[in-house]
C-alpha cells in the first residue's frame, strides 16, 4: 500500500496510518533537574567505530569473596539498565539512521583465587589471556562484545601500566584519578592478545573502608555503585570502544563519539564533569520498561546538551 504520495506539493496520507497514530503523544526530551543546557560540551563523531548490537560477559574476580546477592542484584539491574528502551533512546541519536540498539547479556561466572589488594592497568591482559587460552571465551564475538572485570570488596584499582600496555591518559579517562583510593571508579579499554583484539571494562567494588571512600560510594549498598559504573563504562565503550587505541596511536580519528571541549570526554564523562558537587544528579536510580529498578549514572545527550533521563 502507498502511504504517502507527492503530486506538484502535495502530500496525501492513507487514511488507516492516520488512525494508526491516535492517541500518540510526542515525546519532550527532558534535561536532569539541576542542570542547564551548556551544547557547547556536546559530542562529536570522530570518525572511529561505535558498537550498535553490543554483547557482555562478566566475570566476578576472586569469587569466593563475593555474596551471592550482590551478584544476583548486579547481574539483574545491570543487563536490565543496558537492554532497556526507555535508557537506550537517549542512545539512539548516537546512531544515525538505526531505528534500536541492543545489548545481550551473555551471562557471569566466578573465577576462583583469593582478593587481590591491587589490580592494575598490567593485570588485565594476562587475565583475559588466560581466558581466551584455556577456551573460557571460545565463540565470543569480540568486535561487538566487552568482557566485565568485576573486583572483589577491599580491592583497590588502579590505572597504572608499566608493562605498557596502554595507560590511560587525562585526556580520555573518565577523571585523572590513578587509584580507587582516589575516586577511580572503573574504566574501559582494549587488549591486543596476538592478533586478537578484547574489549573489557574494569571496575571496583565502591564502598567506604574504615572511614575513606574506595571508588565512587554513592549508595550505601555497594551493588549498587558497581552497577552504576560498569552501566557508564558499557555506554562508553559501545559510542567510543577503541579509546585505548586511540591514545596509543595519538590518533583522534579513531575516537567514536567525543567531546573535545574542557569538561567533555566520552558520553559518561561529561555529566560526571558538569555535575561536580552534584554528583546525585547523574547517578539515579531509575524504573525501566520492566517495572524494576535500577541504579545508573544518566548519559551526556547532544539533544538536551546535557544529562538525560531515561524516556519512551
Aim: net charge negative.
Amino acid at each position: 500500500m502507498t502511504t504517502t504520495t507527492h503530486r506538484h506539493g502535495i502530500v496525501r496520507i492513507d487514511p488507516d496510518v492516520l488512525m494508526s497514530l491516535a492517541g500518540h503523544k510526542a515525546v519532550k526530551r527532558k534535561i536532569a533537574p539541576g542542570f542547564k543546557a551548556r551544547k557547547s560540551l556536546n559530542m562529536k563523531a570522530m570518525g572511529g567505530k561505535t558498537i550498535k548490537n553490543l554483547s557482555f560477559r562478566s566475570f566476578y574476580i576472586a569469587g569466593p569473596s563475593w555474596a551471592a546477592s550482590d551478584m544476583t542484584n548486579i547481574d539483574t539491574a545491570l543487563s536490565g539498565a543496558m537492554a532497556d528502551p526507555h535508557l537506550n533512546n537517549v542512545l539512539l541519536q548516537y546512531y544515525p539512521g538505526a531505528a534500536s540498539i541492543s545489548t545481550a547479556f551473555l551471562g557471569s561466572s566466578t573465577l576462583p583465587g583469593a582478593a587481590p589488594k591491587t589490580f592494575s592497568r598490567d593485570d588485565v591482559n594476562p587475565l583475559l589471556a588466560g581466558l581466551i587460552s584455556n577456551g573460557t571465551l571460545h565463540g565470543v564475538d569480540f568486535d561487538n562484545t566487552v568482557i566485565c572485570l568485576f573486583l572483589p570488596p577491599g580491592s583497590i584499582l588502579t590505572t597504572d601500566a608499566a608493562g605498557g600496555v596502554g595507560k590511560l591518559s587525562d585526556d580520555h579517562s573518565i577523571d585523572d584519578k590513578d587509584s580507587s583510593e582516589q575516586g577511580l571508579g572503573g574504566y574501559h579499554g582494549s587488549c591486543h592478545i596476538g592478533a586478537q583484539r578484547v574489549y573489557f571494562a574494569v571496575g571496583v567494588y565502591s564502598q567506604f573502608i574504615n572511614g575513606k571512600p574506595n571508588g565512587i560510594p554513592v549508595w550505601p549498598d555497594a551493588w549498587k555503585n558497581v552497577v552504576a559504573t560498569f552501566y557508564h563504562e558499557l555506554v562508553e565503550a559501545r559510542t567510543d570502544p577503541d579509546v585505548e587505541d586511540a591514545i596509543r596511536n595519538n590518533s583522534d580519528a579513531l575516537l567514536g563519539w567525543y567531546s573535545t571541549a574542557k569538561l567533555g570526554g566520552e558520553i559518561g564523562d561529561i555529566p560526571i564533569n558538569v555535575a561536580a558537587a552534584n554528583l546525585r544528579g547523574v547517578m539515579v536510580e531509575v524504573t525501566l520498561a520492566n517495572g524494576q529498578t535500577a541504579p545508573v549514572q544518566l548519559m551526556w545527550s547532544n539533544a538536551v546538551g546535557g544529562p538525560e533521563g531515561p524516556f519512551a
